[in-house]
């Protein structure tokens, strides 16, 4: 009996079962556009290089992170490690992409030098960042959400905001609508990892996927 027939098409089935190419979309913010412009593309590269079609899609952080956790789209671009306490479907590929160092940031003339001084001031953070909202429930922060950074920072130049946290990125902001005395004030006040999310649907192309962000 010639057995290499059944080999041959046994040997085809499994590598094309192996090897099937997934169809991902994720989400992305504005605001993580704006802090990681080239983020995008290593993405695309990384998936690509896995064997998958990555699209990202740009919807709010409120919105995507509850489309994420349902499964309606297929995961977060970014976002911070302990996000999953709030959309718990969703698994980290555990590679960190980045790490933001925060700063309090506001006027030359904020009255601000240690946490404490936190007691008299108002911030202003954009609904969906997530360690925006967590630093002010730490300190009990007296906080005006708002829908974009370049909102935050004109609540900011207008006065009825006193500061916010985030990382360097913001500065362009702030000149491009004309305040020139945003400044950073001290050392950074944290440093955030930020890691790339899927839905626990796709939890088998994790493993691959980590291998390759590794790479770029």
Known sequence: MNFKLPVIFLSTFLFSSLSYTTNITLAQSETVKDVLPLLEQQLIQAYSQAGHNLT?????????????????IDGEV???INITEQAPNLLPVNVPISFLDIYVWGKASLDYSETDDFVHLYMVAINGVQFQKNFAEKYNIKTIY??????SVKMIGSGRADFIVFPNQIIAIAYNNNITDFINHGDPIVKV??????H?????????????LKKV
């Open 193 to 198: 990892p930020l890691m790339n999310f899927l």
């Open 146 to 151: 708002v829908k974009s950074l370049d909102s």
């Open 78 to 80: 970014l976002r911070i």
């Open 200 to 212: 626990k649907k796709h939890k088998e192309l994790i493993p691959q996927i980590e291998i390759e």
């Open 56 to 72: 990202i899609t740009l919807l709010p952080p409120t919105r995507s992170l509850i489309m994420s956790n349902n499964g309606d």
